[in-house]
Structures are given as structure tokens and as C-alpha cells.
């Protein structure tokens, strides 16, 4: 059966795994300070500091834990996030997945079951130009959001 | 024809759930006039401040999003289920903590709220919490602001089912059970407006499946 590339996309797999040319953190691994680059990224490990990929997908995993800020194009949340989340193009937190965090995105998927507490802002892409800018200097700016308990930055 | 598991497992989930099983079974279709009342409180608005209290919904979130409103989501209910703010007493008895609680939940310091969904939420609480909450609600959301509670109106004592709360329309909810709980204390209307009696004003809401709604005016 011919299918179009709409199509195909709707039978893309469940990303659970590490995509084969994906870099990748292994769950024993621990990481300190501010990770960049210009490939996609799949972290299973823990993560503390900040998280930069612009351009670039990044999927936490099921064991992933990150305390951190992050950055991309489309986010996975598989794991555990604390910190402030921007993806220009998608968020998807899955029923594994906690996000504790203020999130700013052009779409969000929540699985049921999922955890989330924060704020969501919408921003679709020809709206979102000076407020993303704004927001991926704070991201890279601010330290992440402060865990249950902690005491919430004000915008 | 039954498709194999191994099909199933490359086919992404419709509304956000996980599983076919969970996406073909849908919870209960209620029509809530509160939320009628809420919806119609933010009409012709856009950049409001939305705070739901209930499980993080997908629903929720778009349906709020798409009217341009800004949507911040905390569960309360897994918080009071984890028992981590029971303190010892003094005389060694356990209690309920609600500084603790109120430090650790629901504290957005000096950010306001245009609206607040709190579902069921003081059905839940521990005693000890249920002013102090309506104290933190009334400190958060901005004068002349929007809340919707919903009670159970059953006696003490009766278990009462705990849903996750999907909008569906501006008057439709989907119930999707997610647990039980024994109802701690009869809110009657007048508790209620003790309750809220800092706010501006309240409307009351009573549908036949014994839940009564209450959207607040602050």
C-alpha cells in the first residue's frame, strides 16, 4: 500500500528507545553544566544545568533525569524534568513522564497518567519570534525551576 | 478481524493517551452548567491566567490554549495522597500539616489568576486544610476573578468516586474514575458560603448525580 508522508508519520514507533544516529546519555551517566549541540539527543542519564539543541529533537528517556533548562525543537519527556522548557516546534510528555516547570511551545501533547505542574504558554511560530527570544534567554539565564517546595520565579 | 499487538504498538494514541485499550474506553459524559457559567465568565477575552487543579489533561490545556489563555496545571491530588505532610503532634498523635502543605502546593507567591478550576479538590482535603485553601484561592485569584469548585454531596463517611476532569465543550465534562475516597465532612450550601465568604459572591449549581458546583466571584 503507498502511503503519502502525512501518512507515514502517523505510523511513526513509539520513540522509547535511542533512534540508531542519535547521541546519547546512558543512564549511568551524570552530566554537570550547560550541554550543546546540533543533533538530535536522547538522555537516559541525569542531567543537571542546561540543555541547548535549537534546531534538534531531545528525548528524555525512562530513566532520565534531568534538573535542568532545555531548549529544542521537539521535546519527548519520558523521565523526570524540573526546569523551564522551550520547544519551538513540540512538547510531548508521556504517561512516564513528570514535568515540573513553566513550558513554552507551538504544540503539547500530555499522555494520561503524565505529571505536570507548571505553566503552559502557547506560542505558535509567526507569534512567538520576541517572546522566544526573550524565553530561550531566560532559559539559558535563569536557574531551573525551583522543585516542589522551592519558591517559584515570578514573571 | 483482531489486529496484532505488534501493529497496535506502531500506531500513535488519539488524544493523548497511551494504549488502545484507554483510548477505546472513554470515560462518562456530564454536562456541567458551573462550567457553562465559567466559560461564559471569560468570553471575548484572550491572555488570561487559567489555574487547574486537577490532573495534567490534554483536553484542558488545548481547550484553554486555544482561546489564547495561559494555562498553569497542578495536581493536587497524588500530593495529598503521598501522606508527606503528616506531622507527629505533641501528644504523639498524627496530624495533618497545612503550613507545610500550603508552602509546598499551590503557592504562586505574588502571581494572580483571572480563573481557577478546583474540580473537587476541598472534598479531598484534610480538614486542617479546607479554610487555609479557600484562604490561598482568595489571595491568588485576581479581584473580581473566577473559581469553579465542585462538592460531593453525599454523607460523610460515603465513598465517593475521584475523577480526572476532561472538558469536552463549555458545558460538557468526560468523568474519568481514578480512585475512591470516603467523603470527610458535609459541605451544605451555607458551609459554602462560609467557605468563600471573603469572595464577592457565589452561585450554586446542583446536578442530579449529587455534585454540586459552585462558581465563585472573587
Redesign the interface.
Given at each position: 500500500m503507498a502511503t503519502t508522508p502525512t501518512e507515514r508519520k502517523t505510523f511513526e514507533p513509539e520513540r522509547e528507545t535511542p533512534i540508531r544516529g542519535m547521541a546519547h546519555i546512558g543512564k549511568s551517566v551524570l552530566v554537570k553544566g550547560e550541554l550543546s549541540g546540533s543533533e538530535d539527543l536522547y538522555i537516559d542519564g541525569e542531567i543537571e544545568g542546561t540543555v541547548e539543541l535549537k534546531d534538534h529533537n531531545l528525548i528524555v528517556g525512562p530513566n532520565g533525569r534531568v534538573h535542568a533548562n532545555l531548549n529544542a525543537k521537539e521535546i519527548v519527556v519520558q523521565g523526570k524534568v524540573q526546569g523551564n522548557v522551550r520547544a519551538t516546534d513540540k512538547i510531548e510528555i508521556r504517561k512516564s513522564g513528570s514535568l515540573i516547570g513553566d513550558i513554552i511551545t507551538a504544540r503539547i501533547t500530555i499522555e494520561d497518567g503524565a505529571y505536570f505542574k507548571g505553566s503552559i504558554d502557547i506560542q505558535r511560530p509567526e507569534s512567538a519570534r520576541p517572546e522566544a527570544r526573550k524565553a530561550e534567554h531566560a532559559a539559558v539565564a535563569t536557574p531551573p525551576y525551583a522543585p516542589l517546595g522551592g519558591e517559584k520565579k515570578l514573571p | 478481524m483482531t489486529i496484532p499487538d505488534s501493529i497496535k504498538?506502531?500506531?500513535?494514541?488519539v488524544g493523548?493517551?497511551?494504549g488502545v485499550a484507554?483510548v477505546s474506553a472513554p470515560g462518562t459524559l456530564r454536562r456541567s452548567n458551573g462550567l457553562r457559567e465559567f466559560c461564559r465568565e471569560l468570553k471575548g477575552q484572550q491572555g488570561l491566567r487559567v489555574l487547574d487543579l486537577g490532573?495534567?489533561?490534554?483536553a484542558n490545556?488545548s481547550f484553554f490554549?486555544e482561546l489564547g489563555h495561559?494555562?498553569?496545571?497542578?495536581?493536587i491530588f497524588?500530593?495529598l495522597k503521598s501522606g508527606n505532610y503528616r506531622v507527629r503532634g505533641d501528644t504523639g498523635e498524627w496530624r495533618f500539616d497545612p503550613e507545610k502543605f500550603l508552602?509546598?502546593?499551590v503557592?504562586?507567591?505574588?502571581?494572580l489568576f483571572d480563573a481557577v478550576i478546583c474540580w473537587d479538590l476541598f472534598d479531598l482535603l484534610e480538614e486542617a486544610a479546607v479554610r487555609p485553601m479557600a484562604a490561598r484561592l482568595h489571595r491568588i485569584v485576581k479581584p473580581g476573578g473566577i473559581l469553579l469548585s465542585f462538592f460531593h454531596t453525599a454523607e460523610p463517611g460515603v465513598s465517593v468516586p475521584i475523577y480526572?476532569y476532561r472538558i469536552q465543550g463549555q458545558d460538557t465534562l468526560e468523568l474519568?474514575p481514578r480512585g475512591e475516597h470516603a467523603l470527610r465532612r458535609p459541605l451544605n450550601n451555607r458551609n459554602i458560603e462560609l467557605l468563600f465568604k471573603e469572595f464577592h459572591s457565589l452561585k450554586f449549581f446542583l446536578a442530579c448525580d449529587n455534585l454540586r458546583e459552585v462558581l465563585v466571584i472573587r
Open positions: - | 504498538k506502531l500506531f500513535k494514541p493523548g493517551a497511551e484507554e490532573a495534567a489533561s490534554q490545556i490554549t495561559k494555562v498553569y496545571t497542578e495536581d497524588p500530593v508552602t509546598e502546593n503557592n504562586y507567591q505574588m502571581l480526572r474519568l
